[in-house]
């Protein structure tokens, strides 16, 4: 059964490979789409470097994705407001593949990174 709830996390490194934080910068979650990228999410950066986001499958459903489940994903970090980082996007990220083992599902958590920020 698939799930309803997923969960995304990202690191993030500064040049020198040392966690990118400070309360000054925000990190967006975004499904990119055709014509509306659908926002799922927008957090703090943690002391560690890393952004966390859990979100519904009902978030990605948009007029130019109806029905998606496996979203073209991408983050965005801005600082007071002023975009400072874009990732590559990530396509199709499929929350819904499962263990070929023991057949249960086993990515409703997915984790990206590290991302290098020249911040």
Known sequence: ????????????????????????????????????????????????????????????????SPGERTPDLYFLITEHGNEVFRSEIIPEVDFDATDPVTGRQDNVTREFGPYRVAG
Not at 9 to 18: M, Y
Not at 58 to 64: G, R
């Open 1 to 64: 059964m698939p799930a309803d709830l997923f969960k995304v996390i990202a690191r993030f490194e500064n040049a020198e490979g040392q966690p990118f934080f400070g309360s000054e910068y925000k990190v967006t979650l975004l499904d990119k789409d055709r014509l509306f990228d659908d926002k799922l999410g927008s957090v703090s950066l943690s002391e560690d470097g890393t952004a966390e986001f859990v979100f519904s499958v009902s978030e990605i459903f948009s007029i130019d």
